[in-house]
């Protein structure tokens, strides 16, 4: 049985009245709901509110799950709804940053790949140097536009193939792939005087 075949059942089960069924749906994807939600709001106090209101939010529409697509796919869109509007409600502006994952635990897979694998046994020049880098990284995904922004890091944080990020954005893949093309370029320009780079190759 496959993950998204298992999620069926259990919500099939949670519709039935099963509140079990539920609470394993919120064990499976609590971490990364939170890991989601903390690159929107960079407010780690936010997180954990926001998250438990994304599940609440779920559990109240789970009647009108149809199906159409994963649970995943519907979970992560109303946690990203509920943090846009909790961002509003305190007028800020919601922005996805990798800078928010700083206070995840080190052994935790969302690391930034970049810095991980640039400072493993490296020399303290090394590290500094990594940590120049995905500052700077975290600065250019921060001054994407919002498409921009989420399609990068669906693709490059959360590991998504193109069809699940043309899923989940609601647009052709070759939009999606477009996006991600223009996010690593102005990535890479970004990055370009840190790695003197020669020009036309990216990241």
């Known amino acids: 049985m496959t993950a998204d075949q298992a999620d069926v059942l259990l919500v099939q ?53 149809r199906g159409d697509s994963a649970f995943y796919t519907w979970l992560y869109r109303i946690a990203v709804n509920t943090a846009k509007k909790a961002l509003v409600d305190l007028k800020r502006d919601p922005l996805v940053v990798e800078s928010a994952l700083a206070s995840v635990s080190d052994d935790d897979d969302e690391t930034s790949r970049v810095e991980r694998e640039l400072t493993d046994g490296a020399t303290p020049e090394a590290v500094l140097a990594s940590k120049e880098i995905a500052e700077t990284v975290n600065a250019a995904i921060a001054a994407l536009s919002e498409d921009l ?15 699940e990020i043309a899923e989940m954005m609601n647009c052709p893949i ?30």
């Open 174 to 203: 070759g939009t999606v792939r477009s996006r991600i093309f223009r996010a690593r370029e102005a990535i890479a320009l970004r990055l370009r005087p840190l790695l003197d780079t020669r020009e036309g190759e990216r990241w």
């Open 13 to 65: 089960r949670a519709k039935s009245g099963d509140t079990r069924a539920f609470e394993m749906l919120v064990v499976k994807y609590q971490r990364r709901i939170e890991r989601l939600i903390a690159r929107m709001v960079r407010d780690v106090d936010l997180v954990q509110d926001i998250a438990q209101e994304t599940f609440i939010r779920a559990y109240r529409a789970l009647p009108q799950f």
């Open 149 to 163: 922004r989420q399609a990068i890091t669906l693709r490059e944080i959360e590991g998504l193939s193109y069809e």
